[in-house]
C-alpha cells in the first residue's frame, strides 16, 4: 500500500532519475489543496513548468490516483480518497499491534549502548536520557526489522573505585551501606573527596588500589562486587519503573581481562608511542590529544576500555552498526575512539554517536563530587504523585488509579525528553510537562483514553463493535481525511526517526495524529441515527487508538484505556 514508491516507479521509468533520487524530491505538499505528492521537475530540462505539463501528458496514471495537475514548476499528484482510506484503514485493523512494523533491516544486526550509570552514584539525569532514548530507538529498529542487541555499559571501573575502596576500609559501615548503599556510596565518595583536599596522599593510595583491582586482587575484587551488586538492585527498580531492558549489562569492567589483548591487537595496525610512561596512540595530525591506551602506572583508562568493547563487539555480534548513545559532553572522547577505530581499518561509518545536550532542572546544575544531585527516583516519584492529584481531581472514580498515575507521570517526563531534537538542551518544567493541553504525553494518552471511551459507549448504547467492513465512500469529510492521511504516514515516520535517530520526529507526528483527531471529534459526530455512517467513523476512531498505542508504545510510554 505504500502510493509513494508506487508514484516513484512510475516517475523513475518516465524520467531516467534513479528512484532513490526520485524519493528525496517528491514531497508532500504542505497545503492538502496542493494534492498529496509533489514533484518539482526541475531536473528534467532547462523550463521546469514546461517539463512539469510534458510529464503530464506522458504518464498513465495509476488507479489511486485521482488526477495529476500542474502548479508552476511542479506536478502535483491528488490520490482517491476512497483508496487511500480503504487502504489505510483496512490495514491498520488487520495489523493491530503489527502495523508499521517493516522488515527494512532483516538479517542486519545493530548494537544501541544506551544508558549506562555509574555504578556507587545516583543515577542521573544524563543517564536518563540516555535511557529513553536509547530504549526508543532499540524499539523503533526493532519495528524496522532490524536484529538489535541493547548493551548497558555500565560504569563500574575506573579510578574513582580506588576511591571508594580507600574510603570504605578507612571510614565505612556494612550497616549503613546495606540500608541505602548508592546514597551511602555517594557519602563516602564525597568524603574522599574532602579528605583529599586536606591530605594529598589518599589520591596515590587510590592509585594503587584500583591497580590492585585491575591486577585481580581477590579483597578488592570482593569490595567492588558488592558496590556493584548494591548499585545495581537499585537501578533496577528504576528499569522497571521506566520499563526498560537490555540484552547484555557488560559494563567496563567485564573487559578487564581483555584490555591486554586489545592493546596488543590494536598495535599490530596502528602506530603507539610512549609519552611521560603512558601508551598512547598520537592524534596530534587530526588535531585531536591523544588516545592514552595505558597510564604510566600501568592502569587503564577509559580509553582501553571503549576500545576493548568496540573489538570485542565487532568480534562477537558482527554487527552493521554500533550506536553510542550518550551526551555531547563526550564528543571529543567518541571522535578520538572512531578516529582510532579507522585507523585500525574499520569502516568509520559502523560507529555512530548518538549524542544529546542537557536536561536542566529548575533546582539547577548539580556536581556528584560536592554531593549536590537529584535523584532520579524522586523526579519519578514527583511525577506520579502529581499525575495521581490531576487524575484525583479529573476523574476521582478512576479504578485503577495508581497504575494509571504512573502511567501517566512517567510517560510526561519520557515524553519530556523525547518530544525534543535531542542535541538541545531542554530546560524541564514541571507545569508543561503533565499539562494535558500542548505538546505532552498526556494530551496524547487522554487522547487515546477518548476514542477507547468512544469504542466503548458504541457497543453500550448503540450495539456497535468495531468491524472493517464500512461504506469507504462515505468519508468525505475535510477533518476525516486529514486524520487518514495522518494515519497513512505513519510508518514512514517511523523510518525517519530511524534515519536520523531522533524520536522527536515520532513524538511531534503523535501529537499532529491527536490534533487531527481531535479536530475531527469536535467537526463530526462519531455517534449518530445514521448507522452506516456510524460504522465507518467507528473504524477510523479504532485506527487512532490502535496508532497512537503504537506510537507511545515506541517511544516508550503506556496508554492507558481510561484516566
Ligand atoms: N558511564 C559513562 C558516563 O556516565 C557513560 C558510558 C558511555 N559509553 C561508552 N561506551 N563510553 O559518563
Known amino acids: 500500500m505504500n502510493f509513494k514508491e508506487e508514484i516513484i516507479a512510475l516517475l523513475a521509468k518516465e524520467t531516467k532519475l534513479a528512484e532513490e533520487d526520485l524519493a528525496n524530491l517528491l514531497a508532500v505538499p504542505s497545503d492538502p489543496k496542493l494534492g498529496d505528492y509533489a514533484f518539482p521537475c526541475f531536473r528534467l530540462g532547462k523550463n521546469a513548468k514546461e517539463e512539469a505539463e510534458k510529464m503530464k501528458g506522458k504518464l498513465k496514471l495509476p488507479h489511486f490516483v485521482a488526477k495529476a495537475e500542474v502548479a508552476g514548476p511542479y506536478l502535483n499528484f491528488f490520490l482517491k480518497n476512497k483508496v487511500v482510506v480503504e487502504e489505510t484503514l483496512s490495514h491498520i485493523y488487520q495489523e493491530q499491534k503489527e502495523f508499521g512494523k517493516q522488515n527494512l ?12 550509570p555509574n555504578i556507587a552514584k545516583p543515577f542521573g539525569i544524563g543517564h536518563l536520557r540516555s535511557t529513553v532514548i536509547g530504549s526508543s530507538l532499540y524499539k523503533v529498529y526493532r519495528a524496522l526489522g532490524y536484529d538489535v542487541f541493547g548493551v548497558n555499559h555500565l560504569g563500574d571501573w575506573g579510578t574513582q573505585f580506588g576511591k571508594l575502596i580507600v574510603a570504605y576500609r578507612k571510614w565505612g559501615s556494612e550497616d549503613e551501606l546495606q540500608q541505602e548503599p548508592i546514597k551511602y556510596l555517594l557519602h563516602l565518595y564525597v568524603k574522599f573527596h574532602q579528605e583529599a583536599e586536606k591530605d594529598k596522599s589518599l589520591e596515590d593510595e587510590a592509585r594503587a588500589e584500583f591497580k590492585r583491582l585491575e591486577d585481580g586482587d581477590k579483597e578488592s575484587i570482593v569490595l567492588w562486587e558488592k558496590f556493584k551488586g548494591l548499585s545495581l538492585r537499585e ?43 603512558a601508551l598512547i596512540v598520537d592524534l596530534e595530525k587530526y588535531n585531536m590529544p591523544p588516545f592514552m591506551l595505558r597510564k604510566s602506572d600501568g592502569a587503564s583508562t577509559y580509553h582501553t576500555r571503549d576500545l576493548a568493547a568496540a573489538l570485542y563487539r565487532l568480534k562477537k555480534y ?10 555531547s559532553e563526550q564528543k571529543l572522547h567518541f571522535q578520538q575512539l572512531f578516529k582510532v577505530l579507522e585507523l585500525a581499518g574499520f569502516d568509520k561509518d559502523k560507529f555512530i554517536h548518538v549524542d544529546f545536550g542537557l536536561f536542566r532542572f529548575p533546582e539547577g546544575k548539580m556536581s556528584t563530587r560536592k554531593g549536590q544531585v537529584i535523584f532520579l527516583e524522586e523526579v519519578l516519584d514527583r511525577a506520579i504523585d502529581l499525575a495521581e492529584k490531576i487524575i484525583e481531581e479529573k476523574n476521582p472514580t478512576l479504578q485503577n488509579k495508581a497504575e494509571v498515575a504512573v502511567m501517566v507521570g512517567v510517560g510526561a517526563i519520557i515524553f519530556a525528553d523525547l518530544s525534543n531534537d535531542r542535541i538541545r538542551d531542554i530546560d524541564f518544567d514541571w507545569n508543561r510537562m503533565l499539562s494535558f493541553e500542548g505538546e505532552t504525553a498526556p494530551y496524547l494518552q487522554y487522547t487515546h483514553a477518548r476514542a477507547c471511551s468512544i469504542l466503548r459507549k458504541a457497543v453500550k448504547e448503540h450495539q456497535l463493535g468495531v ?42 507526528y503523535l501529537i499532529a495524529l491527536a490534533q487531527a483527531f481531535n479536530e475531527f471529534y469536535h467537526q463530526c459526530l462519531v455517534l449518530s441515527d445514521d448507522k452506516n455512517q456510524t460504522k465507518a467513523r467507528l473504524l477510523l476512531v479504532d485506527c487512532v487508538r490502535q496508532v497512537l498505542e503504537n506510537g507511545l508504545n515506541l517511544l516508550g510510554i503506556q496508554a492507558p484505556e481510561e484516566m
Open 235 to 277: 537501578f533496577q527498580r528504576i528499569y522497571k519503573i521506566l520499563d526498560v531492558n537490555f540484552d547484555s549489562l557488560h559494563g567496563e569492567g567485564f573487559y578487564n581481562n581483555l584490555l591486554e589483548s586489545s592493546i596488543k591487537e590494536l598495535q599490530q595496525k596502528v602506530k603507539t608511542a610512549l609519552s611521560d610512561g
Open 318 to 327: 558482527r554487527p552493521e552498526k554500533v550506536m553510542y548513545v550518550v551526551g
Open 467 to 508: 468491524s472493517p467492513h464500512v461504506n469507504f465512500e462515505l468519508f468525505t469529510q475535510a477533518e476525516e481525511m486529514a486524520v487518514v492521511k495522518r494515519l497513512y504516514a505513519y510508518p514512514e515516520m517511523i523510518e525517519k526517526v530511524a534515519l536520523a535517530n531522533k524520536p522527536h520526529h515520532l513524538a511531534h
Open 105 to 116: 533491516g532483516k538479517g542486519k544486526k545493530i548494537i544501541v549502548e544506551f544508558s549506562s
